[in-house]
């Protein structure tokens, strides 16, 4: 599996100026270095170890406790993320190299610069919570994941889906091409890589194994009819 899921240097370069200009143009500039230091899995010890600062130094910028970090400060913050995960084997890019050929069109994955309250989202794309309903205003979302589930179950191999979750599975699944939504739930069980929450798009009905699955798990369910290009307007775009 890992000979198939390498990271390519143009993939590694467009993520690290993605990174970079989140943080410069984000209103909350050390949670978004909070963020991305958690979604490479690395700790504020180890990271300042590298950088040759104090744990405190990292923990003020997260903080906000210190001025706005400059252009140098986060291009060395990125840097280090970049370069201890390539110590670890490059696992986090390797996972969130989505550019793979002919499978850009199967899914879209995008990540937010802070993160969403599952509620919100389901607010801005208008989708209606069908189960696990109290649970939805204590998760919170790091991205979202558009699917069209009928191709991902036919043309993905399965290396491929841990890739759907991007820098984390703490993000909203949104399948389109769904008829009843049991296949989703199934493999998502089987899998056993589970997105905090699933929105199905244009569905009438969701199937009830489907249902009974979303309880067993305890991953909400919603629905909505808005159309798939306009839920990645309004959250990925």
Do not use: H
Not at 95 to 112: L, R, S
Not at 160 to 187: C, D, Q, W
């Amino acid at each position: 599996m890992d000979s198939e899921l390498v990271s390519s240097p143009q993939f590694t370069n467009e993520l690290a100026l993605k990174i970079a200009g989140e943080i410069t143009l984000s209103q909350n500039p050390g949670a978004s270095l909070k963020k991305w230091r958690e979604i490479f899995s690395i700790q504020q010890t180890e990271l300042a170890e590298y950088l040759k600062v104090t744990p405190s130094t990292i923990s003020d910028y997260e903080g906000n406790r210190r001025a706005s970090p400059g252009i140098q400060v986060i291009k060395r913050f990125v840097n280090a993320l970049v370069e201890l995960d390539k110590q670890k084997g490059s696992w986090i890019m390797k996972k969130m190299d989505t550019n793979n050929a002919g499978k850009k069109d199967i899914y879209t994955v995008g990540e937010f610069s802070e993160p969403l309250s599952a509620k919100e989202f389901c607010k801005r794309i208008e989708a209606r919570v069908l189960t696990n309903d109290s649970r939805v205003a204590n998760i919170k979302l790091n991205g979202c994941t558009v699917v069209d589930a009928m191709r991902a179950i036919l043309e993905l191999p399965s290396e491929e889906f841990m890739k759907l979750y991007g820098s984390s599975t703490e993000r909203a699944a949104v399948f389109t091409n769904v008829s009843l939504g049991r296949g989703p739930m199934i493999a998502i069980r089987v899998l056993g890589l589970k997105p905090a929450l699933v929105v199905f798009q244009n569905i009438a009905d969701v199937d009830k194994l489907a249902l009974k699955i979303s309880e067993i798990e305890r991953i909400p369910i919603a629905v909505t009819a808005l159309p798939i290009e306009e839920i990645k307007r309004r959250v990925i775009s």
